[in-house]
């Protein structure tokens, strides 16, 4: 059967089952195939009594001795068989209320038994007799698959064992036999079968190797082809001008050593005629704003137009207001373009842009909306958005006669295996160094039982003049969860504890204006302390906070812990962090600690991506990257970095055009990656 037949030509594979199997997003057999088991139950090793742990399942080998049955004063009856295994150590099998399997037993002869041993006993064991004739069936290491409702387990196991047999293996499309060679992989056909029902360990580590090193191989060389599919000719090439050296000059801070070399980095690839496709990595408050400022501003003495895009309005509105303060004496035509912008401006803005009278355009996804025509775009920075860039690139060139420049900004450093994956279609720029004089944010960990004392704390740099955070899981309160909320802890907080000084709340359910407006009496200083949910973590700049609290610390991930604690420590203050919690679990504990050991995110993100693992991180599976079925970037990291290295010679060898093997492979997978990221 060809692997793109549906599930329906299986025999057994009927409306309902196959309804069971499309809820688990298995349409075709090759689909089924790649349904990779989550777990598995190994019956093929027999163990003595005397090595099994009573937290794991083993199987042992054990002659019947004696059968007993006995009724308990509740009329309930119980099943004793004595066993002896193959170091004469004697053990007791138990079931309750099962009198009818007795007859399935005889004295004197052996079974095999498989489940957990606690205390002289095994409760309500697998068993066989061994000389059963489905005995290989019960003693191999059985597949345990991911389920949906109404689908059993033994069903699942049954139709993938049945599709490994019609499937034509022929008609999948591998590894090239090269690379198969050189890794001395095992064939494709062996790696699919022994995956779902290995032979052996052995032959698991095998599949399991071969199946993890494809899915890097597949998604990295994908990643490559899609960006060569960028790094086109056809792009600007920028020229260079001595006022952007000036304008760096006047600035009223020095650029870091980082900063300069990442913007280094930006200009010789703008004044490429290959389109630049680049994101800018840094920590919180390390200055990736100013370097896309200065990349607008040589855009803009080339002639061409810039949009800068933000995840929310108020960064919108903050990096428009920042943007008219540095170049106020340097004749560029700005506007801001977010929804809440009255029709009859956005009018005037969108006339603005397809005009050319207008330079510079920032705002939120509303630039990228269909009445937005720009006259001559030249470069689209996209802050905070991790996987803004492929479809959205597609779509702004198929609307300009050139493609512009793309740099994206991300304040969430993220670690080098991750960035090879997420990253693997831009080329990557890192600003790993602070603004001198920056002062490292001291955090401390705060039990509830002293609050008290961190209030007095609060309130002593209140009196100073300065401004805090205080971050909440929830808007509301709710029943189901012991969370404080925002609603109330602002009611506790504006009332009783900081009743001498202005308390605002802040939160996403709150109009666009009145979150704007909120913000911006904080930046005033109208307001002392600002009570928010995490709508403040992307962004917000006040130099002047130099405290926050986030309450429940324990549920918060360790990168967002991280990114909110970046909202203060913007200034020259000395700035601290309290991470209020109770009951923590050993995931939270370890948070915490790294929290108070560490202000560096790249140190941070790493370990976060040891205790969270790929999946959430930057909400991958909502990006629009593959998720890994069987990979892991901390665990196989090493074949993760052989791939890479393995795709390098792969494609000098293709552009070579001596193999047509390889070139036919190279083709079909960048006809398969275009299509999976083409825009419907």
Same mark, same amino acid.
């Given at each position: 059967m060809d692997p793109l037949d549906s599930v329906k030509k299986i025999k057994g594979v009927g409306k309902i089952k196959a309804s069971y199997l499309n809820a688990l997003n298995i349409y075709t057999l090759q689909d089924l195939l790649k349904h990779y088991p989550s777990r598995y139950i190994d019956k093929s090793n027999l163990s003595a009594i005397s090595e099994m742990d009573s937290r794991d399942s083993s199987a042992v080998k054990g002659k019947v001795i004696r059968l007993k049955t006995r009724k308990t004063f509740k009329r309930k009856s119980i099943l004793t068989i004595t066993v002896v295994d193959f170091e004469d150590t004697i053990f007791e099998v138990v079931f309750f209320n099962q009198n009818q399997i007795i007859s399935r037993f005889k004295e004197g002869e052996f079974y095999i038994f498989y489940g957990k041993y606690d205390q002289g006993k095994m409760v309500h064991p697998e068993f066989i007799h061994e000389k059963a004739p489905n005995i290989d069936k019960f003693m191999r290491i059985t597949p345990s698959y991911p389920l949906t409702n109404g689908l059993k387990q033994w069903q699942i196991q049954k139709v993938i064992e049945t599709a490994l047999g019609l499937v034509d293996f022929s008609k999948i499309q591998g590894l090239p036999q090269e690379l198969i060679k050189k890794n001395q992989l095992c064939p494709l056909e062996y790696a699919i079968k022994n995956i779902h029902f290995p032979d052996n360990i052995s032959a698991y580590k095998a599949a399991k190797f071969h199946l993890v090193y494809e899915e890097f191989f597949n998604l990295q060389l994908g990643m490559i082809l899609l960006k060569n599919n960028f790094d086109q000719d056809n792009?600007?090439? @920028?020229?260079?001008?001595?006022v952007v050296d000036d304008f760096i000059v006047s600035l009223p801070f020095e650029l870091t050593a980082a900063q300069n070399r990442v913007l280094l980095e930006i200009i010789e690839d703008m004044t490429d005629l290959k389109v630049m496709n680049r994101i800018v990595q840094g920590d919180v408050g390390s200055g990736k704003t100013i370097?896309? @400022?200065?990349?607008?501003?040589?855009?803009?003495?080339?002639?061409?137009?810039?949009?800068m895009m933000a995840p929310t309005e108020i960064l919108a509105n903050q990096h428009y207001e920042s943007f008219i303060e540095y170049f106020k004496d340097h004749n560029i035509r700005v506007a801001c373009l977010t929804s809440s912008v009255k029709t009859k401006d956005k009018e005037e803005i969108y006339n603005g842009i397809k005009d050319g009278s207008l330079d510079v355009v920032i705002g939120t996804h509303a630039l990228i909306q269909e009445a937005v025509k720009f006259n001559r775009l030249g470069l689209v920075i996209t802050d905070e958005q991790h996987r803004f860039g492929v479809k959205q690139r597609q779509k702004l060139a198929d609307n300009n006669?050139?493609?512009?420049?793309?740099?994206?900004?991300?304040?969430?450093?993220?670690?080098?295996?991750?960035?090879?994956?997420?990253?693997?279609? *831009?080329?990557?720029?890192?600003?790993?160094?602070?603004?001198?004089?920056?002062?490292?944010?001291?955090t401390h960990y705060v039990k509830k039982s002293k609050k008290v004392e961190m209030y007095d704390f609060i309130k002593k740099q209140l009196i100073q003049g300065r401004q805090g955070y205080?971050?909440?899981?929830?808007?509301?309160?709710?029943?189901?969860?012991?969370?404080l909320s925002v609603e109330k802890h602002y009611k506790a907080l504006n009332e009783v504890v900081f009743n001498e000084f202005e308390?605002?709340?802040?939160?996403?359910?709150? #109009?666009?204006?009145?979150?704007?407006?909120i913000m911006v009496d904080?930046?005033?200083?109208?307001?002392?302390?600002?009570?928010?949910?995490?709508?403040?973590?992307?962004?917000?700049?006040?130099?002047?906070?130099?405290?926050?609290?986030?309450?429940?610390?324990?549920?918060?991930? *360790?990168?967002? *812990?991280?990114?909110?604690?970046?909202?203060?420590?913007?200034?020259?203050?000395?700035?601290?962090?309290?991470?209020?919690?109770?009951?923590?679990?050993?995931?939270?504990?370890?948070?915490?600690?790294?929290?108070i050991q560490s202000n560096d995110g790249f140190k941070i993100s790493e370990k976060d991506l040891e205790l969270r693992g790929p999946g959430e991180i930057l909400g991958i599976r909502q990006s629009g990257i593959p998720m890994f079925k069987l990979a892991n970037i901390v665990k196989h990291h090493a074949i993760l970095s052989k791939t890479?290295?393995?795709? #390098?010679?792969?494609?000098?060898?293709?552009k070579l055009g001596e193999d047509q093997d390889l070139i036919n492979f190279v083709n079909n997978k960048s006809r398969e990656i275009f299509n999976s990221y083409k825009l419907s």
């Open positions: 792009g600007i090439a @920028f020229k260079k001008f001595k370097v896309g @400022f200065i990349a607008l501003y040589l855009t803009v003495l080339n002639g061409y137009q810039g949009a006669d050139t493609i512009p420049d793309i740099l994206v900004m991300s304040a969430t450093p993220i670690p080098r295996t991750l960035s090879m994956v997420i990253y693997g279609d *831009l080329e990557i720029s890192t600003i790993d160094e602070m603004p001198k004089g920056r002062k490292e944010i001291r205080f971050v909440c899981p929830l808007v509301e309160t709710s029943d189901k969860l012991d969370l308390v605002a709340m802040i939160h996403g359910q709150m #109009k666009n204006e009145e979150k704007d407006q904080f930046k005033n200083k109208k307001i002392d302390v600002l009570v928010s949910t995490t709508v403040i973590e992307v962004g917000i700049d006040v130099a002047n906070a130099n405290f926050m609290v986030i309450e429940n610390a324990e549920r918060f991930g *360790l990168s967002q *812990l991280h990114q909110l604690r970046g909202r203060v420590g913007r200034g020259s203050h000395q700035s601290y962090c309290f991470l209020l919690a109770d009951r923590l679990g050993k995931v939270a504990k370890e948070r915490i600690k790294i929290m890479q290295r393995d795709i #390098k010679v792969l494609l000098r060898e293709y």
